[in-house]
């Protein structure tokens, strides 16, 4: 018998050795995942800290103040997340009116709003209704305050012709976020982060005289429809959709159909809606049974979304579980709530959040003069 022969069995041994070591190797690979917490607020009306303006008292069930420090804890729990903010933030109460009549006699001040929300490092917001209530000029220049970009995509310059093709944008419609994550192997990843606004249309019938000849609102889902893909081959990895209009389309609308959040979640390629406007709260426990809404996980039309109240009394989450299917992200799971500044304890209002310090101190000169000047 051969050399060869006689170690022909040992060799063969060794190869079925190493293939099975290789295989247990393979098999103890963890594909990355990650965890995303996104975080909304919206409706904030100018209630930067919780009080009454017309009975003059402190009140413990709204504020952003209290909203900061849920925001803060929000963020401890989870290494990654995300801050946005879904519109009607300048206008609502004496605040909000005394930054519109005071920015005649300090134009270069910086709206109080954005005072107090500038210390909270928000990735990105979109305009709300209410953002148009004194005007144009007013809106811009509180807009620079904000140190976080505002997107929207479906407001339009008027441009006085039927051709859609040379239609600009008002705002940016969107913008892609280059953000360092850590994924479940402790490894940092680079996620583009899609982000994208819009609002109810009715906005330009509310708000006729700053409109009128000068500003046009387009369909939502139509607008959605056009941008997503866009964002995805300027390479998205995921797309969060900001929209300040509720579940279903205002009432008086001429165009109801596409309208609405419920509609916006048909498109596909959207990873998550944060909406707002009609103050009400998604996932709900009292919400309505309805066909494609899932108040347990927080879908609609299995698209995850979130809504935060008002007022800043509740702070939006949807964690999002994302792994990569043939070199993309996509979601595996997800799940939102909504977390309330306050509960209630035999008829009486305890706060859950205390009200964060800096937040308080950074508004207190502009809240006292608006006392005075009310």
Known sequence: ???????????????????????TNAQNVIEPAIRLRIMETTDL??????????????????????????????RKEEPNTLLFDVGDVLVGNALGEYAYLSHYLNPHDIHPVFKAMNLLNYD?????????NYGLDFLQVSLQGANFPYVNANIYIDDHNDFEGDDLNYFNPYIILDRQLTDSNGKKQTLKVGVIGFITPITAEWDKEYFQDKLIVK?????????????????ADIIIALAHVGMEADKGLKEQKGNSVFDLSEVEGIT?????????????????????????????????????????????????????????????SSQSSVR??????????????????????????SHIEALMNK
Request: aromatic share 8%; proline share 5%; no cysteine.
């Open 124 to 132: 990105a917001a979109t305009v709300g209704n209410h953002e148009f």
């Open 1 to 23: 018998m051969s050399k060869l022969k006689k170690i022909a069995p040992f060799i063969l041994i060794l190869v079925i050795m190493l293939n099975a070591l290789s295989s």
């Open 340 to 365: 309330p500044i306050f509960q209630t304890i035999n008829n009486n209002k305890i706060p859950i959040a205390n009200e964060d310090p800096d937040i308080v101190k950074a508004i207190m000169y």
């Open 45 to 74: 009306h100018a209630n930067m800290i919780g009080f009454d303006y017309e009975k003059n008292k402190p009140k413990i069930e709204y504020g952003f103040a209290r909203t900061a420090s849920l925001i803060k804890e929000a």
């Open 219 to 235: 369909n939502i889902k139509k607008t959605a429809e056009h941008f997503v893909p866009i964002m995805k081959d300027k390479g």
């Open 272 to 332: 998550a809606i944060l909406y707002g406007h009609s103050h009400a709260l998604f996932p709900s426990d009292d919400g309505h049974i309805e066909k494609g809404i899932d108040h347990k996980t927080g879908t609609i039309n299995g698209t995850p979304a979130v809504q935060a109240g008002f007022w800043g009394n509740h702070l939006g989450i949807i964690d999002l579980d994302l792994i990569q299917v043939d070199g993309k992200w996509v979601v595996k």
